[in-house]
Structure formats: C-alpha cells, structure tokens
C-alpha cells in the first residue's frame, strides 16, 4: 500500500525558509519522477516542482524558480523541498505525489495525503 507522508510546514515571515520532506512507502521511490504540488483554499492544485526519476533533471514553476529547490534521498525513500525567500503568495496546503515520467501528461499516480501547510505572513 502506498503512502505519502508530508510534513515540515508552518508559519513562518516573509523571506523566511522551510524544508518539508515527504515520506514514501509502497513503491519504489527512485523509479518514478517526484512532484510538489500545492493549494490555496478555492483554488487548483497547482504542480510546484519536479525531481526526474533517478533523481536525475529538476523543474520549477516560474512562480518559485530560483527560490525552491526540490532533491530526494533514494536510502531514506523521501523527498524533500527546501523553500527560502518565501512570499505571501507561497501560502497554501503542499503535497506531494509520483509520476511514471517527467512530461506533464504523466498524471500523479497515488491517492493524495493529507499535505503540509504553510503560511507566510508578517
């Protein structure tokens, strides 16, 4: 059985940082490309950052480039996000999910967990 524990969030001011990790179990965590995403109250799930399988290429929105940055560790089956600069506008519920490939078309695979919040605010 698959599951995706997320953790790591908070409140924290603008132009703080968090890590949040996501714990992995069920499948094998360095087959599959790796994904934040995340979601305001009324609004779409929206993806963040990617980590291509083996740990290989990342990706970022335009939104967090250059502040975020998504790695994993393969011996510990957990995926982590370093976010620093952090924004009012970062402020929402994150998860994170796997895909079979990098590509957009490749849809998360697993049930969602139940997330991390974070808040930025002063």
């Known amino acids: 059985q698959v599951q995706l524990v997320e953790s790591g969030g908070g409140l924290v001011q603008p132009g703080g940082s968090l890590r949040l990790s996501c714990a992995t179990s069920g499948f094998t965590f360095s087959a599959f490309a790796m994904r934040w995403y995340r979601q305001a109250p009324g609004k779409v799930r929206e993806l963040v950052a990617q980590?291509?399988?083996?740990?290989?290429?990342?990706n970022y929105a335009d939104s967090v480039k250059g502040r975020f940055t998504i790695s994993g560790d393969n011996a510990k089956n957990t995926l982590y996000l370093q976010m620093n600069s952090l924004k009012p506008e970062d402020t929402a519920v994150y998860y994170c999910?796997?895909?079979?490939?990098?590509?957009?078309?490749?849809?998360?695979?697993?049930?969602w967990g139940q997330g991390t919040q974070v808040t930025v605010s002063s």
């Open positions: 999910n796997a895909a079979r490939g990098i590509y957009s078309y490749y849809p998360p695979l697993h049930s």
């Open positions: 980590l291509a399988n083996n740990g290989g290429s990342t």
